[in-house]
Every structure is written in structure tokens, then in C-alpha cells.
């Protein structure tokens, strides 16, 4: 081998150490992350499964819902480890996977999931067309959680009751119509070019939606009293009816009425009053506030502006608070020693997850824009703001004191006793034989070994404020996963795995 042959051999050796060493420092693979984040969607689905069900433990389940009063209730999403379907929830939820593929789209598609996410996206927004059963009826709920809770059941055995439960114009529910709402236009969005007749019947009940829970206006849980205790409204309907006319101005290709909602309710519906460091299922203000802010380089005139501004000021609240960069240190998000964003002590990672995605969403968008966060102790660069965001993420796939990945199937050590009662039980397709409420607590509850059917990307609660978790089925403030906890992950997992593969290519460039 001549001398230029050995240099070149050379240089090809360290460019591959290199992107080596770089892909051994993460030791995350965000593509495996992904792919695993969306299979969990198929173990929570409620119906008859489709020919394609990729999760074979499951079967079909609650094939009569709504048949006692009349409608076609059956599919939807089962919201955590019982089967109750809870409207609210599950609204938000297919919002943050429906905001996730409008935001990343192109990095989903390049890791193969775009259709498995869009397939996500229409299993619950299919429901929410039934459930939206006239202009002023929406379908809340059914079953009920307090006969539910009794019973440890595989779906496919369900004895438990499936009363359905609704609102219309005598019993008001504007958080759960103005959520549902932004689940259907934000999904309108997602479908627009590829499917535009659903697109477009997506964006009609959506519209219709927004409109009945503006004009009857009230809290679903003073309608429907047996949610209170599971997905009780504690902030009320008007951050729901700012989120839902948001995404209604993006998916009318910016008609300006819904815009002017959000201009003219922004002083009485507390969303340029509440600066809020958590963003959830019921808590909307801060996804509110971040959408808001990416509207103000087009403001049209000086008073939109304004008020604008004052949206961004509340948005940067919030992400300034998770980045521990407020000036008085109550006004951060407290962390765990090993550094995860702590909300409260029951499911903590949903808290983190979307925290994640807003401060994903919104790095990208000031680097777009040539822009920095401001903060009360300085200007924070989007670079920065990503990183820590990746930084959640590796704690979630198993950069923590405990070493174990808190995504379900993800790694070679993650919680095996997952609060879930389909999880826990032997596969129905193995095993037919009916097993009763007692039967499912008696044989498969109080069990010490793993469950036999693994909950692939279930991401559960979590960890506590000192960053210790314990793996035990009846754990469930920590080892219970639900579907709004995964859902703002697609997104952030495939802008990661987009960002290490850029890496990649420009360490290989710069040789």
C-alpha cells in the first residue's frame, strides 16, 4: 500500500471513530424511540382492531358502546391502564400527535412512521365524528371509572358498565367541545393534502364544535358529575376556546375571526393573565400562549400586536421557568438531583413530555426567525433550549440515576409490572377462557412477576422527586402510563433523531 493510500485509509478510520464516538455518547436510538412511541397507540385502541394491528396481544373490545342510547360509540382510545374512554383526554391527546406531525412531518416520513402516526391521529379522530352525533351533541365518556376501577379485567372480557355520558345545550361542557374541537382542526391540518375530503369534514365538526361550546358555555364536569374525580376541569373552559380558535385560524388558512378571539378574549379569558408552568390535558394556557407567540411576526396592525406580545411574555414564563432561568428560583420548575423537570408527585412525565415539546417546538421556531428567548437572567440561544430538551429525553430513555429506560420496551431495562390491566393479564389470542373482575385482581393483580405482554412505548409516570421508582403494578402513580404522556414524544423523538443524523453528516462533511 503506497503512502497516499495509508492516509486516506487513515482519515477514513478517524471519520468512522468519530461518528462512533459520537453515537456512543447519546447510546439513544430516538428512530427505535419513535417507532416504539406510536406502537403503544395500537395497545390502547378500543374497538373492532383493523387488519393491519400491529400489537397482536389485543383483540376487539367494547363492541356495543353507545348501543343503550342509540349511537355508534365503538373505537376511540382506552386513556391509560383501565377502559374507560375519556373524552378529554383523548382530545388532547390526538391535539399534541396531530401538533407533532405538523411540526415534523418530514422527519417522521424520513424515519418511515408517517403512516403509522397518521393512522394514531385518524383512530381517534374517526370517534370523535361519531361522537359528534349533531352540531350541539358531543359524546363525553363511557363507561365510568368508579365501576371500572373495581374490576381487573382484560378489555376483551369487560363486564363493566358502558353507560355513555354526553353534553349538548342544557348541560354545557366548553372545555371538552373547544379541546375536541382543536384535536379536529389540528388533525384538518395533518390530512389537508393527503386526504382532503376528511380533512375538510375534520375542519366542518371542528368549526361546529367551536361554536357550541362558545355559545353554551360551561364545564363539562358540572355536567357529567362522574369525571370529577378522575379528569376534573380545575382550569375551567376559556383556555380550551383559545386553543381550539387557534388552531381553527391555522386550519381556515388564517381566517381572521378566530384570530380576533384570540385577540379580543385574551384579557378576560386569563390567557395574557396566567403565567403557568405546566401544560396538560387540562391546563392549556402555555400551548396556548406558545402558538400564540408564533403568530406575532405577522401581526396586521398595532393593538393585534400588542397583545401578541403579551402572549409571548406569558409563553416565555413558561419556558424560562423549565429552563431554571426566572429570576426567583419559585418561579422554576423544581428538578430532581438527576435533573428531570418535577411537576407533582402523580404521573410526572406527562408534565415533562409536554414541557419537552413546547420547548422543542419553540427552539426550532427561534431559530427560524433568527431569534433568542428572553429571560430574566439573559438570552437564552435555541441550541441551548434543545439540548436541554434532549437532555429530558435521555433521562426518559435512560440517562438517570436509576439506568432504566421509563419507556416501555425501549433498552434492555425498563418497568416491567406496568399498571395496565390488558398488560397484565395473558393475552386474550392465547387464551380465551373468560377471566372475571376478582379472577383479573385474585391471578394477575397481585402477581410479583413481570406482566406477560409488554406495553411497547407506554411512557409511565415515572420517577420521584428524588429520582427513585418503584416497578410494582399497584405503584400506579408511577408505573401507570397513559396516551397524552407519549403523544408530544413523536414529535420531539423524531426532531432528535433528525438533529444526531445532521451530526452525523456534517462531522463526515467537515473531514
Not at 385518524?122 to 352525533?133: E, L, R, V
Request: charged share 20%.
Amino acid at each position: 500500500m503506497d503512502e497516499q493510500s495509508k492516509l486516506s485509509l487513515h482519515h477514513c478510520c478517524l471519520i468512522l471513530f468519530s461518528v462512533l464516538t459520537i453515537s456512543s455518547t447519546t447510546a439513544f436510538d430516538y428512530g427505535d424511540a419513535l417507532m416504539k412511541s406510536l406502537l403503544y397507540f395500537e395497545s390502547q385502541r378500543s374497538g373492532r382492531l383493523p387488519y393491519n394491528q400491529r400489537v397482536t396481544w389485543r383483540d376487539h373490545s367494547a363492541l356495543t358502546d353507545g348501543l343503550e342510547q342509540g349511537v355508534d360509540l365503538v373505537g376511540g382510545y382506552y386513556d391509560a391502564g383501565d377502559h374507560v374512554k375519556f373524552g378529554l383526554p383523548m382530545a388532547f391527546t390526538v391535539t399534541m400527535l396531530s401538533w407533532s406531525v405538523i411540526e415534523y412531518r418530514d422527519q417522521i416520513a424520513d424515519a418511515g412512521e408517517l403512516e403509522h402516526a397518521l393512522e394514531a391521529i385518524k383512530w381517534g379522530t374517526d370517534y370523535f365524528i361519531k361522537a359528534h352525533a349533531s352540531p350541539n351533541v358531543l359524546w363525553a365518556e363511557v363507561g365510568d371509572g368508579d365501576t371500572d376501577h373495581y374490576c381487573w379485567q382484560r378489555p376483551e372480557d369487560m363486564t363493566t358498565s358502558r353507560q355513555a355520558y354526553k353534553i349538548d345545550e342544557k348541560n354545557p361542557g366548553s372545555d371538552l367541545a373547544g379541546e375536541t374541537a382543536a384535536a379536529m382542526a389540528a388533525a384538518s391540518i395533518v390530512f389537508k393534502k393527503t386526504n382532503p375530503h376528511y380533512s375538510h369534514l375534520l375542519l366542518h365538526h371542528a368549526q361546529e364544535l367551536f361554536e357550541f361550546g362558545d355559545k353554551y358555555r360551561g364545564k363539562y364536569d358540572g355536567s357529567i358529575g362522574v369525571v370529577k374525580s378522575y379528569y376534573a376541569s380545575v382550569s375551567g373552559f376559556m383556555d380550551e376556546l383559545l386553543w381550539a380558535a387557534l388552531w381553527l385560524y391555522e386550519a381556515t388558512d388564517k381566517e381572521d375571526y378566530y384570530l380576533k378571539y384570540v385577540i379580543n378574549k385574551a384579557h378576560c379569558f386569563g390567557g395574557i393573565g396566567w403565567a403557568i408552568s405546566e401544560f396538560s390535558w387540562d391546563v392549556k394556557y402555555a400551548g396556548v400562549q406558545v402558538l400564540a407567540s408564533m403568530l406575532l411576526e405577522k401581526a396586521k396592525h398595532g393593538h393585534e400586536g400588542h397583545v401578541l406580545k403579551q402572549y409571548r411574555s406569558k409563553a416565555e414564563y413558561y419556558l424560562c421557568s423549565c429552563l431554571n432561568k426566572n429570576n426567583a428560583t419559585g418561579d422554576n420548575v423544581e428538578r430532581t438531583p438527576g435533573g428531570l423537570l418535577y411537576i407533582r408527585q402523580w404521573n410526572n412525565m406527562q408534565y415533562m413530555s409536554t414541557a419537552t415539546f413546547l420547548l422543542t417546538v419553540y427552539s426550532d421556531f427561534l431559530r427560524n426567525s433568527s431569534q433568542h428567548l428572553r429571560c430574566p437572567t439573559g438570552t437564552i440561544d435555541p441550541e441551548e433550549i434543545l439540548s436541554f430538551a434532549k437532555s429530558q429525553v435521555d433521562y426518559i430513555l435512560g440517562s438517570n440515576p436509576m439506568n432504566m429506560s421509563y419507556l416501555v420496551g425501549y433498552g434492555s431495562k425498563y418497568p416491567i409490572r406496568v399498571h395496565h390491566r390488558g398488560a397484565s393479564i395473558v393475552s386474550y389470542r392465547e387464551k380465551k377462557g373468560f377471566i372475571g373482575c376478582t379472577q383479573g385482581y385474585d391471578n394477575w393483580y397481585s402477581r410479583v412477576e413481570p406482566n406477560p405482554n409488554v406495553l411497547v412505548g407506554a411512557l409511565v409516570g415515572g420517577p420521584d422527586c428524588r429520582d427513585n421508582f418503584m416497578d410494582q403494578r399497584d405503584n400506579y402513580m408511577q408505573t401507570e402510563a397513559c396516551t397524552y404522556n407519549t403523544a408530544p414524544l413523536v414529535g420531539v423523538f423524531a426532531r432528535l433523531l433528525q438533529l444526531e443524523e445532521n451530526l452525523e453528516v456534517e462531522l463526515v462533511a467537515s473531514y
